[in-house]
Structures are given as structure tokens and as C-alpha cells.
Nanobody, 127 residues
Framework: QVQLVESGGGLVQAGGSLRLSCAAS????????MGWFRQAPGKEREFVIA????????YYADSVKGRFTMSRDNAKNTVYLQMNSLKPEDTAVYYC????????????????????WGQGTQVTVSS
């Protein structure tokens, strides 16, 4: 079973940057899609960003476009979420997710697309 472990969260001032890491127990190079979601207090978990490596396509939530990017280091089986120009509304628990296999259905912005999840890491942006 795939295990994902996030790290890198913390407290940052508005306008600052953070880089989250997601270390996978398996080979990230073999995963179909990897993504990040977040959940703010009292709100539902929402999509942030995802990449399907085989087609080289990145999907962004409108709220993070131009500020967040995603990358990976296959040698370390780790994906990263670089967050720049952070805003207080970015405050949330951030979750890494992986779709480890291919299938006909393809909804990278939906939680149901993913079959592995990390435990989350807290990001707090102060104003």
C-alpha cells in the first residue's frame, strides 16, 4: 500500500513562501497523477493543484494559479508544492494525494480520482 508523508508546513507571513514536500513509499515516477488538496477549518477539502506526468499537464485551482507550482524529484520519490505570495486565505491543512494507476475515468480535480492520501501538514499564513 502506498504511503504518502507530507512535511514543510508552518507559520508564514502574508506574501511569504513555503515549500511542502510529499515523500512516497513507492516510485512517484510510476504514479499516474499526483496532487495537492487543502482543507481550511470548517470547510470542505478542496483541490489545489495536480499533475498527470504522462501527458505533462498541470491543473490549478483558480485561487492559486500564478502563485503555486508543483514539481517532483523521482530519485527521492518526492513531490513538492512551492507556494509563493501566500495569503491568509491559504491557511489550511494541505494533503498530498496520488492516483497510482491508470483508468478510463479521469477527474484530477476530484478527491475520488485519488487512491492514496497523506496525513496532511498545517500551513498558517498570518496577515
Amino acid at each position: 500500500q502506498v504511503q504518502l508523508v507530507e512535511s514543510g508546513g508552518g507559520l508564514v507571513q502574508a506574501g511569504g513562501s513555503l515549500r511542502l514536500s510529499c515523500a512516497a513509499s513507492g516510485r512517484t515516477s510510476s504514479y499516474y497523477t499526483m496532487g495537492w488538496f487543502r482543507q481550511a477549518p470548517g470547510k470542505e477539502r478542496e483541490f489545489v493543484i495536480a499533475i498527470t506526468w504522462s501527458i505533462g499537464t498541470t491543473y490549478y485551482a483558480d485561487s492559486v494559479k500564478g502563485r503555486f507550482t508543483m514539481s517532483r524529484d523521482n530519485a527521492k520519490n518526492t513531490v513538492y508544492l512551492q507556494m509563493n505570495s501566500l495569503k491568509p486565505e491559504d491557511t489550511a491543512v494541505y494533503y498530498c494525494a496520488a492516483r497510482t494507476y491508470t483508468s478510463i475515468s479521469y477527474y484530477p480535480r476530484e478527491m475520488t480520482h485519488y487512491d492514496a492520501w497523506g496525513q496532511g501538514t498545517q500551513v498558517t499564513v498570518s496577515s
